[in-house]
């Protein structure tokens, strides 16, 4: 294709390329736009509306945000949740896939098809949500993440990922006196690190983004994690009681404001990127395999 | 060895692999009490159901909840919006990430396909709060950039979050947006598996670039778009719950509104228990029925379908 020069095929490829150059400059265009905003004077908002790039910049608008701090422990909680529950769902997942992952269990089968039975219907969210309020975890950080221990098709993936491993691993493993924890934690785990890597990250941006079981199961509002205050500052305009007194004449702008508070909420994954990047096309590819 | 040889190869596998029942055992439970039971929960449906009587307790009413539900306007208002909604998705969303992926395998510099691909996949790993916050900043009466530039441009304003024309336009530019660029690499895997020779064989008989796209990617790569059709289909209630309650409000009820933000609105807000599990039980079942006539259908296709 070096070859072909003619002029329908360059301008074919100019086309093209400009084309989607549009669409990606389309999907970060946004991105910058709150990102610059958030930096503007209240002058520069009211007068100039196009605006990309401010040409003052003012912390105004994070300097209010953090007089309280509400912000900070939203991003306090959902690390927390984030981190514990990655870590809690990882657990149970691995196990439960390795566990599954060998042929000579009792019932493999009947165990399987209720694990795959969830993933095509359920009881639906008021009888889940009464479960949820019997166990006890209304109004628990816990509720964001026990009833969402496990995710089947994450669990599958992991299975597979096992099942594919050399059984001589295990056996050499037996010889030398393992037991089946032993094999686990030391040979198939340390095997199986693309693996693990790549779902914890899908569990880690699940916990990260979610916000439903937020609203549903927390009641009190000093519980929220960062995506239900986002919702409630940005969405709702409920505000929220930051301290004016850090200000001797006029607060920022409510819209550079919210776009600071959507800007702090960003940052964890766009710092995250390049791994989620990495990770998830893996990933998504793993999963399209059996899609 | 006296004992019957069936029974002592249970337990001796019982002994031997203690420790791997061991393991399944909290996911199992995990999916008992979290999964079964609720399910064993959609009893409610066919009651009364007081919190304080619990589910044995409560008065069994028959079918008068689903009666309810099928009687109730707000049943063509659900079912049509679900509809139009599921019709965007497929009519609107679903080339989209087809024709993107076509168009990046036809770039020469494998830089320049990296960047984009970088660029585009990035909206998909933000939540629908950071997605629908930045269109509402953006699209806001307020202050907003795109009525900002329409005032300018002597237009009047338009009041894109509060209104019900402009929900579906909102909510597919929003999915456009989150969804459209990371579609896209299921389909460059699929056309990255097509036999180079084909492309040869085409070029020696004299076709373009462009010629070859339609002659050769498109058809090679028609079993994987059938499959994620058909997939799709199967999918039809599922249009991101978290997403439209977002967008949902008192403006836009009566074209946002679906059954899993109704099942929501009255059961958890409202109380009403067990209408909104029979609500939520009708669009469960009509859900599993697609999917397993999607994965029939999927199968039958010559593919394997997921399940």
């Known amino acids: ?291 | 060895m006296s004992k019957p040889i069936a029974g002592s190869s249970w337990i001796r596998n019982l002994q031997r692999n203690k420790w791997i029942y061991v393991m399944i055992m909290p996911g199992l439970l995990f999916i008992l009490i979290y999964k079964y039971i609720p399910m064993y929960g959609l009893i409610i449906s066919f009651q009364n159901y007081r919190p304080y009587k619990g589910i044995m307790g409560s008065d069994f009413v028959g079918f008068e909840h689903f009666q309810r539900l099928f009687t109730s306007p707000d049943f063509w208002m659900i079912f049509s919006n679900t509809l139009i909604l599921f019709g965007l998705q497929l009519l609107i969303f679903f080339p989209i990430p087809i024709i993107l992926a076509l168009m990046l395998n036809e770039l020469r510099s494998e830089k320049y396909k990296r960047g984009i691909q970088t660029l585009i996949y990035l909206p998909h790993f933000m939540s629908w709060v950071i997605v629908v916050s930045i269109s509402f900043v953006i699209f806001t009466v307020d202050g907003g950039l795109i009525n900002g530039a329409l005032e300018s441009m002597g237009f009047q304003r338009i009041n894109f979050l509060l209104s019900e024309s402009w929900f579906r336009p909102m909510y597919i530019l929003q999915v456009i947006w989150r969804e459209a660029g990371w579609g896209t690499i299921i389909f460059l895997a699929a056309i990255a598996g097509v036999d180079p020779q084909l492309y040869e064989a085409a070029k020696m008989d004299g076709a373009n670039r462009l010629r070859q796209m339609f002659s050769i990617t498109l058809p090679s790569i028609k079993p994987v778009i059938v499959v994620l059709l058909i997939l799709k289909i199967g999918d039809v209630l599922e249009l991101g719950f978290e997403h439209v309650y977002l967008l949902l409000n008192a403006t836009n009820r009566q074209v946002a509104e679906i059954f899993d933000t109704y099942v929501y609105v009255s059961g958890i807000l409202q109380g009403q228990f067990s209408y909104s599990t029979a609500v939520g039980f009708f669009k469960g079942f009509v859900g599993l029925i697609l999917v397993m006539g999607a994965n029939w259908l999927a199968k039958k296709y010559g593919e394997e379908g997921i399940y």
């Open chain 1, 1 to 291: 294709m070096v070859g072909d020069k003619s002029w329908s095929s360059r301008m074919f490829a100019l086309i093209n390329g400009g084309l989607l150059g549009l669409f990606a400059l389309a999907t970060v265009l946004p991105f910058i736009h709150v990102f610059g905003s958030s930096f503007a004077t209240a002058g520069e908002i009211a007068a100039k509306r196009f605006l990309l790039i401010p040409t003052t910049f003012t912390f105004d608008a994070y300097r209010y945000i953090f007089s309280t701090n509400t912000i900070m422990k939203a991003m306090g909680v959902s690390v927390f949740v984030t981190v514990l529950g990655t870590f809690w769902s990882m657990l149970i997942s691995v196990m439960t896939a390795y566990g599954l992952s060998r042929k000579d269990i009792i019932g493999r089968q009947v165990i399987m098809f209720l694990f795959v039975f969830t993933m095509l219907f359920s009881g639906g969210m008021i009888p889940t949500f009464l479960v949820v309020k019997e166990t006890g975890l209304l109004d628990s950080y816990l509720s964001l993440i026990v009833p969402v221990t496990i995710n089947v098709f994450n669990m599958i993936i992991l299975k597979t990922f096992f099942q594919g491993l050399p059984d001589g691993l295990e056996e050499s493993a037996k010889i030398d006196g393992c037991n089946d924890w032993g094999i686990l934690f030391r040979i198939v785990i340390p095997c199986s690190m693309p693996a693990i890597a790549t779902i914890s990250l899908f569990y880690a941006v699940t916990y990260w983004n979610t916000y439903m079981h937020a609203i549903m199961y927390l009641s009190d509002a000093a519980k929220w994690p960062v995506q239900v205050l986002l919702r409630q500052i940005v969405i709702l305009a409920g505000g929220m009681n930051f301290d004016n007194s850090v200000y001797t004449d006029v607060p920022p702008p409510a819209q550079s404001v919210k776009m600071a508070v959507i800007v702090v909420a960003t940052m964890p994954i766009l710092l995250l990127y390049p791994f989620l990047q990495k990770h998830f096309t893996k990933g998504a590819l793993l999963g399209s395999v059996k899609a």
